[in-house]
């Protein structure tokens, strides 16, 4: 893997926070960590947010397509009188 150093500001007390519990040769690793987890949880909101509304897109269609079905059976089944 290749890495890049990125300069960013953090609040103070996370700065803090990180120099206090994680050894000085581990923080970069850390800190890669820590945002890669946080990437891959919004990547999978952001997937299942699209699949619900797909999925409401579908159950919607699918309710237009039985009340026409049913529409149609009872046009047909008023003919067939």
Known sequence: MSAVKVDFTIPRELE???RRLVEAG????????AIREKLELL????????????????AEEHS???QVAHQDQSRVALRGR
């Open 16 to 18: 803090e926070r990180l």
């Open 26 to 33: 581990q923080r970069s690793m850390f800190v890669a960590i």
């Open 43 to 58: 990547e999978r909101q952001r997937l299942e947010s699209e699949l619900e509304k797909g999925y409401k897109e579908m």
């Open 64 to 66: 237009r397509i039985v």
